[in-house]
C-alpha cells in the first residue's frame, strides 16, 4: 500500500469566519435546504433578467454578443472540469453555480445543488473538505478534497485550466481549418513622417521590416523596441520586403523632440507601424496537430506576458500615462470585449474564435499560477503537503496562516482589476 492509499485521519477542527473559508475554498460555503432552493416565477424572473442584462449587448454590437456569450461557455466548462473529475474521484461536490451572491435559481439532483447567481462575473463548484478550515461531517470525510491522494487533488484542482487548453485547441482548431493558420512575419509600414530618418532613408508605406541590424522583427512591437535599443545619430540597417523584393536600406536614428511623449530624447525613425502577418493554409491533420503544438509557446507568451502585466510598477506607469506598451498593460474583459467588436468587424467569426482561443490559453495558465485563492495555490499546497509527508503519515497545511498572503494577492489583483478598469474605459485598446 502506498502512502496515497494510506487512510488520512481528519484534520483538527477549526472555527473561521464565512468570509475566509469562503476564500480559502473558493466559493460559497454556505448550504441550503430543500425548501430554501430558488425557484418558481422568483426563479424564473431572476434568470430571466441576467439572460435579458446579456442579450442587450447585441443591441450594441453582435460581436460583443457572441465575444461575452463564448466567455460564459468557458467559464462553465471549467467549472464542469472541476465537477466531474470530483465525482470521478469519489469528492464530494454540494454547488455547481453560475456567478456569485445572492441565488437567482437553483434546484437539487442528488447530493448537488445547481443554479445561477445574481452576478455574472464567473462560477464554482463546491467540493467539500478543501483544506483543514473547512469543517465537515465526520462520515463525509472520507470523500473530502483533502482526504484524496495527491495524484487525485492534483487532477481536481487543475482540470479547469485543462479544460482551457482543451478548448484553446479545438478553436484553433477551427480557425486554423476555416481560415488558415495566421503568424506575425514583421511590421507594416504605414504612415512615413515627411522629412523624418525613414523617409530619408528611403522607406515607404507598405514596406515590410524583416529585420534591424540581424535582429529579427515580428510585429510592430519588435520595431519600437529594436529601435529604442539603440542611440539617437546611430545608423542601423533595416531589411524591408517591398513588392516580394528583401530591400536592405540604412537609417540614421533621430531623436524624439516632443516634449509631451513618455518617448522625450529618445530614439525614433519617423514612421507609424502595424504587425504584418502572413497565414498558411492547413489540411485538416496539419490544422489538429498545429493546434496541439500552438498551445505551448502561446501559454509560455501568455506566462511572460502575466508576470509583466502584474508587475506594480507597470500598473502605475499605464494609470499615469507614462507607459504606452501595450504589452505591460493591464485590461480587463471590459477592454476585451471592446477590443472583439474590431475584430469581428475586420475578420468575422474566425477572428473571435481565435481571440476566445488566446484568452482561454491565458485564463488557462493565470489561473495556475501558485497564489491562493487561484488554482494554483491549491496545487502549490497539495505538492508542500506531499513533500512534507513522513513515514507513510499524511500531513495536512495549516491554510489559516496563509490568510494574510491570501488578502494580499486579492488586493494585488483587485488593484490591477481597477486599474485595467480605468484603462479600458478612458483609454480603450484599439
Known amino acids: 500500500m502506498t502512502t496515497d492509499e494510506l487512510p488520512a485521519p481528519p484534520p483538527p477542527p477549526q472555527q473561521h469566519g464565512r468570509f475566509t473559508s469562503e476564500v480559502m475554498a473558493g466559493g460559497s460555503v454556505v448550504e441550503k435546504a430543500d425548501d430554501e432552493l ?10 430571466i433578467a441576467v439572460v435579458g ?14 465575444f461575452v456569450v ?13 465537477f466531474v473529475t470530483a465525482r470521478w474521484t469519489g469528492m464530494k461536490a454540494t454547488q455547481f453555480f453560475i456567478g456569485f451572491g445572492p441565488r437567482l435559481w437553483s434546484f437539487r439532483r442528488g447530493e448537488t445543488e445547481y443554479g445561477v447567481r445574481a452576478l455574472p462575473l464567473g462560477a464554482f463548484v463546491r467540493i467539500i473538505g478543501m483544506n483543514n478550515m473547512d469543517d465537515v461531517e465526520p462520515g463525509d470525510e472520507d470523500r473530502t478534497y483533502r482526504s484524496k491522494s495527491y495524484p487525485k487533488r492534483m487532477l481536481v484542482i487543475s482540470a479547469g485550466s485543462i479544460m482551457h487548453m482543451l478548448i484553446a485547441i479545438v478553436l484553433l482548431f477551427v480557425v486554423y481549418v476555416a481560415d488558415g493558420e495566421t503568424f506575425a512575419n514583421g511590421a507594416e509600414i504605414g504612415g512615413v513622417e515627411a522629412a523624418g530618418p525613414a523617409a530619408v532613408a528611403g522607406l515607404m508605406p507598405g514596406d515590410v521590416v524583416q529585420s ?3 535582429r529579427s522583427v515580428e510585429g510592430s512591437g519588435d520595431l519600437g523596441r529594436i529601435v529604442q535599443a539603440n542611440e539617437p545619430q546611430e545608423s542601423v540597417e533595416m531589411v524591408v520586403v517591398r513588392d516580394g523584393e528583401a530591400v536592405a536600406l540604412n537609417v540614421t536614428l533621430g531623436s524624439n523632440v516632443d516634449e509631451e511623449s513618455p518617448l522625450f530624447g529618445k530614439p525614433y525613425i519617423g514612421v507609424s507601424s502595424s504587425t504584418y ?27 511572460k506576458g502575466a508576470v509583466k502585466v502584474l508587475n506594480p510598477v507597470n500598473i502605475f506607469t499605464h494609470v499615469a500615462g507614462t507607459n504606452d506598451d501595450i504589452e505591460t498593460r493591464p485590461t480587463t474583459l471590459v477592454g476585451v470585449t471592446g477590443l472583439s467588436d474590431d475584430v469581428g468587424e475586420a475578420q468575422g467569426i474566425v477572428g473571435i474564435l481565435f481571440l476566445l482561443a ?10 495556475m499560477f501558485p ?9 502549490a499546497i497539495a505538492t508542500y503537503e506531499r513533500v512534507r509527508e513522513r513515514g507513510g503519515e499524511r500531513y ?12 494580499a494577492v486579492m488586493m494585488v489583483l483587485m488593484f490591477l482589476f481597477m486599474s485595467g478598469l480605468y484603462l479600458d474605459i478612458t483609454d480603450p485598446v484599439g
Open 371 to 379: 497564489l491562493l485563492p487561484l488554482d494554483g495555490g491549491h496545487a
Open 277 to 303: 502577418f502572413d497565414t498558411i493554409e492547413h489540411s485538416v491533420p496539419a490544422a489538429a496537430a498545429n493546434a496541439v503544438t500552438d498551445i505551448f509557446p502561446t501559454s509560455w507568451e501568455m506566462t
Open 53 to 66: 442584462l446579456i442579450a442587450l449587448l447585441g443591441l450594441f454590437s453582435i460581436w460583443w454578443l457572441v
Open 396 to 407: 495536512y497545511a495549516d491554510v489559516a496562516k496563509l490568510m494574510p498572503f491570501a488578502m
Open 358 to 367: 488566446v484568452l482561454n490559453v491565458f485564463v488557462g495558465v493565470f489561473n
Open 38 to 47: 430558488v425557484g418558481g416565477v422568483r426563479g424564473a424572473i431572476g434568470v
Open 70 to 82: 463564448g466567455v460564459l461557455v468557458a467559464i462553465f466548462l471549467h467549472e464542469t472540469g472541476h
Open 212 to 214: 534591424i541590424d540581424g
